[in-house]
């Protein structure tokens, strides 16, 4: 078992990152356009993402300084990467996404507005 | 008494079943991205939790596999403006 102060840390860490995942939830319900629900979404899953790896560094960090073990290591390396994959995919789909976003407002800004049938 | 890691596990996987729900009845291919690129990550976590929980690390390099899998397919989809129209 890890340390009280390291366990207290870890459900301090682990609450926030759930909570903060609920919020990006609620962002891709109730935001009317694209824009707005990709920025809250991406932005609140980043946060609970983050704590949550770093409540699973804590984990393993504490486990590792009181018992050793070369697993622990592991398991900071493969979280350290897996880190690293999310960072990198959402932030290429958040750019990707915006951009596309933009052409689309662009073509429809270059539409002549609907004329009303005289008839 | 409740393991913590197995209920972080619960809630996130409640999350992303209720993520993958919401982007079903979507019709804009950018609102179907963004819900994907949010359920991958809520995936990620909830087997990142699972395998405290279960004290294994195949869950975990599992998901890393699928994970960059489920991001390659996304950001060709994301490139390749037609490729998600049936």
Same mark, same amino acid.
Request: charge should be neutral.
């Given at each position: ?93 958040? /750019?990707?996404?915006?951009? /596309? ?19 | ?86």
């Amino acid at each position: 078992m890890s340390s009280l102060l390291a366990d207290w840390g870890i459900w301090a860490l682990l609450f926030t990152g759930t909570v903060f995942c609920g919020f990006g939830l609620m962002g891709l319900l109730i935001f009317p356009d694209t824009m707005s629900r990709m920025f809250t979404a991406f932005r609140a899953t980043a946060i609970g993402l983050g704590a949550v790896i770093l409540a699973v560094l804590l984990y393993g960090f504490s486990l590792f300084m009181n018992n050793g073990g070369v697993q622990y290591l592991a398991l900071i390396l493969h979280t350290l990467l897996l880190g690293g994959v999310l960072a990198a995919g959402t932030w290429g789909m958040y /750019r990707i996404i915006r951009e /596309r976003i933009r052409l689309e407002q662009q073509v429809n800004s270059c539409r002549p507005p609907a004329v009303p049938d005289p008839d | 008494m409740i393991d913590t890691w197995l209920f972080t596990a619960l809630v996130l996987g409640v999350l992303a079943l209720f993520v993958i729900l919401r982007s079903i009845p979507v019709r804009s291919p950018a609102d179907r991205l963004v819900a994907g690129t949010v359920a991958v990550t809520l995936v990620a976590m909830t087997a990142l939790t699972l395998s405290i929980a279960y004290g294994t690390l195949i869950i975990l390099d599992l998901v890393i596999v699928v994970a960059l899998i489920g991001f390659i397919i996304m950001l060709w989809i994301a490139k390749h403006p037609g490729a998600d129209r049936s």
